[in-house]
């Protein structure tokens, strides 16, 4: 039966509606069944959430109970029944071609329609939620797909395949920038780890491997307590709306810290709610480090570019004449998992406290080469932020078009 409805954007010169088709008229199931290997060999698994491919190493092939695998090609489309309710589906890449599979992964020759139509056709959150309403039984593992039920589900697609070709073609293209946006990010974000490895002293070293001219002598450990003012604040009570109404006064939590560097807030309160909390003034340029908070958030730092109050979940490192604040905020990002580790308690209830934070010692140079390398790493920071918002968008792009040019 012809579904009469098209996409909001078409490629010029395409104009026939597209039709509903069963899974089954797209793609064609194959079984290349192989004796299990009695050596060590490579299998695929395939992600969730349409994440793509991952490969396992069988060491012992004696651990696998199947006496019979079967070969996977580039292109095959894959699906793990055991995990298909949560969208684990895709198309095996060249990197997967002659890897082993088990039973639980059926495989399916695309070669009634275009390879990249099919991948983002399956790809995308509607065909999960079909996938889903085959997949019977409780959570995890008790869910299986149903393999007649899937090869019987419904896609929309043209009825040319040439304008399946360009919609499959424009979208490996965008996914093809968008994986150049991300390996150039990786990679920026990899040399900032290198330079800080090399810039900053080793173990008990008082000197760097690298350091810019002019620059001599030991490095010396400063006790943070020592020379920089630690603050906390408050919150006011939640329950009482006239201290966050009229929103008068920038105030942030530990879970915006990890935007690194705030130019605004997510929250503002009322002068009111300042004048009755112990919710604290910090001064622009000041060292933010989030005491506690969930998941990761404990440990991570940022650097205030505006002034604002802040609550108990955060302590605010003003410093002194002896340590600059930049070079301050890059010591501590770079320790983050140290700092983690002398928090207070134990697993996500652990927290960091200001005495704990005026203890921390950093090991720094002169001022002047602090601030030397100080921007040195913010200007990496800020070709990151760069590559991170261009990534965004792309993505956002992406799925917009996903939207649009899909029924």
């Known amino acids: 039966m012809k579904n009469k409805h098209t996409p909001e954007i078409r490629f010029s010169g395409f104009t026939t509606g597209w039709e509903q088709r069963k899974l089954n008229e797209l793609v064609t199931p194959v ?7 009695d050596r060590p060999y490579e299998r695929i698994s395939v992600r969730s959430h349409a994440k793509g491919t991952f490969h396992q190493k069988v060491d012992d092939p004696k651990t696998v109970s199947m006496d019979k695998l079967y070969v996977v090609k580039e292109n095959d489309l894959l699906v793990n029944i055991t995990f298909a309710w949560e969208h684990a589906i ?12 088990s039973h639980r992964f059926p495989t399916y020759i695309i070669d009634k329609s275009d390879i990249n139509f099919i991948r983002y056709s399956v790809s995308q959150e509607k065909f999960r939620k079909k996938m889903e309403l085959i997949s019977p039984g409780g959570a995890g593992r008790n869910r299986v797909l149903n393999k007649k039920d899937f090869v019987n589900l419904k896609i929309d697609a043209p009825t040319q395949i040439e304008e399946q070709a360009k919609i499959g073609k424009f979208f490996k293209k965008l996914d093809d920038i968008i994986d150049l946006h991300q390996h150039e990010l990786t990679t920026l ?12 002293p080793k173990g008990l070293e008082l000197v760097p491997e690298v350091r810019f001219s002019g620059f001599s002598g030991d490095w010396e450990y400063r006790k943070l307590g020592n020379h920089a003012e630690i603050l906390t604040g408050g919150t006011p ?11 008068e006064i920038p105030w942030m939590s530990s879970g915006e810290v990890n935007k690194k560097r705030l130019s605004s807030t997510d929250n503002m309160i009322s002068k009111l709610g300042f004048e009755k909390s112990s919710a604290r003034w ?3 340029n000041s ?7 969930q998941g990761k958030t404990r440990g991570t730092v940022a650097i205030n570019q505006i002034p604002l109050t802040t609550n108990q979940s955060i302590a605010a490192i003003v410093p002194k004449g002896e340590l600059h604040y930049e070079f301050i905020f890059q010591s501590l990002e770079k320790r983050y998992n140290e700092l983690r580790l002398i928090s207070s308690g134990d697993g996500t209830r652990g927290g960091l406290n200001k005495q704990l934070v005026s203890d921390v010692e950093i090991i720094s140079p002169s001022i002047e080469e602090q601030i030397k390398i100080g921007n040195f790493f913010k200007q990496f920071d800020n070709m990151i932020e760069i590559h991170q918002r261009e990534l965004e968008v792309l993505k956002k792009a992406k799925e917009a078009f996903l939207q649009k040019m899909f029924v």
Do not use: H, N
Not at 90 to 101: I, N, P, R, T, W
């Open 31 to 37: 079984v290349r069944e192989v004796p299990k290997p």
């Open 237 to 247: 009570k939640t329950q009482m709306q006239e201290y966050w109404e009229p929103k």
């Open 189 to 200: 974000k990899q040399a900032k780890q290198g330079f800080l490895r090399k810039m900053f």
């Open 90 to 101: 895709a198309v095996a890449s060249k990197k997967d071609d002659g890897l082993l599979v």
């Open 287 to 293: 060292v933010l480090i989030a005491l506690a908070g």
């Open 282 to 284: 910090v001064k622009k």
